[in-house]
């Protein structure tokens, strides 16, 4: 069965990692087709524009993306690339698992192995009705909670727990302060948990959170949260366990999926092989389980981690001599 991939290279080092993980992807001959599409600084020089209607159609019509890391220039008046993408595609949840590898600079080189969900489409992170006054002395910003959005998010949540083994759930939230917003979300969060009984679930005020992570993360199995607050605990779970050069991210709806690293197009390296393909080769994994193959995503995992084990061409955020592709190469000769 053949499927076709909208390929998204990106700026920086982004076309160095997309090789990589295009090389590992076919050298597991899963039939795959790749079909590139624009965005970011790529596009605007070519196009004139970051985000090209034909990289939305693209998108639209195979319903899967892989993206590299791309760039939104600053203080020109342009808004955020990924956050156009997840509206645009209605992409509701945000997923970055944080796991422990070997070999890696990790204050936690094991026993972590958590999952956050992030409401991927509302509250402040958006950045909805954001003014400033004529004296530039007081700027404001609204922030909006769906019940819509809270229960779809926190029911995705509850859905991959059980659909992969998880057996707990952190609802984060700041309630006590937000009583709003936050308030809602917690609200939608226990009307949702009471419908999964065999899930043990619990809350926690963000805060609170964010020390627990830091002292004893392995607590932690998954964690449903809103936006901006998903946004920071899912960085902090990557540093926990190595840093973004590890951390890969699905942004998923009903209609589409697009898949990548989350760390940024690191322009300083770009074009000298230096970069970790980790993050995307991962975020490639993530997409082989939405595509209905976990068998071919955890093949994928376990030659990332063999590899890592070896110390035989780890890139030098990892503390090895080796290269972008020799990385990947590696990989893929314990496929």
Do not use: C, H, W, Y
């Given at each position: 069965m053949t499927q076709t991939i909208t390929v998204i290279r990106g700026d920086g080092i982004g076309p160095e990692i997309m090789d990589a993980t295009l090389h590992v992807l076919d050298s597991m001959q899963l039939g795959l087709r790749y079909e590139d599409a624009d965005a970011g600084l790529m596009a605007l020089e070519k196009h004139g524009e970051l985000l090209p209607a034909a990289t939305l159609e693209s998108i639209r019509r195979n319903g899967i993306a892989l993206k590299s890391p791309l760039t939104t220039p600053v203080g020109e008046g342009f808004s955020s690339i990924n956050v156009a993408l997840r509206r645009h595609f209605d992409l509701y949840a945000n997923v970055r698992p944080a796991k422990s590898f070997p070999?890696?600079?990790?204050?936690?080189?094991d026993g972590i192995d958590l999952i956050t969900v992030r409401e991927n489409t509302e509250g402040a992170y958006i950045g909805e009705g954001q003014s400033i006054t004529e004296d530039g002395e007081t700027a404001t910003l609204m922030q909006k909670v769906t019940?819509?959005?809270?229960?779809?998010?926190v029911r995705y949540a509850f859905d991959l727990a059980r659909r992969v083994g998880r057996k707990k759930i952190t609802v984060v939230h700041k309630a006590n302060i937000l009583k709003t917003t936050s308030g809602l979300f917690l609200k939608v969060a226990r009307e949702v948990a009471a419908q999964y009984p065999e899930i043990e679930c619990n809350e926690m005020i963000v805060d609170n959170t964010c020390m627990q992570l830091v002292m004893r993360p392995e607590?932690?199995?998954?964690?449903?949260?809103?936006?901006l607050f998903g946004d920071i605990i899912s960085d902090l779970c990557a540093g926990l366990v190595?840093?973004?050069?590890?951390a890969?991210?699905?942004?998923?709806?009903?209609?589409?999926?697009?898949?990548?690293a989350v760390h940024g197009t690191a322009p300083d390296i770009a074009g000298q092989g230096l970069a970790n393909p980790c993050a995307l080769i991962l975020g490639a994994g993530q997409m082989l389980d939405h595509l209905g193959r976990p068998d071919e995503a955890t093949r994928l995992r376990k030659a990332v981690?063999?590899?890592?084990?070896?110390?035989?061409?780890?890139?030098p955020d990892l503390g090895g001599s080796g290269n972008t592709m020799s990385f990947a190469k590696a990989i893929a000769g314990r496929l």
């Open positions: 070999n890696t600079k990790s204050r936690f080189p019940r819509k959005g809270s229960e779809r998010i607590q932690f199995d998954v964690i449903v949260t809103t936006n190595g840093g973004l050069g590890l890969p991210g699905a942004n998923i709806g009903v209609d589409a999926a697009i898949f990548e981690v063999a590899t890592l084990e070896a110390k035989d061409a780890l890139t």
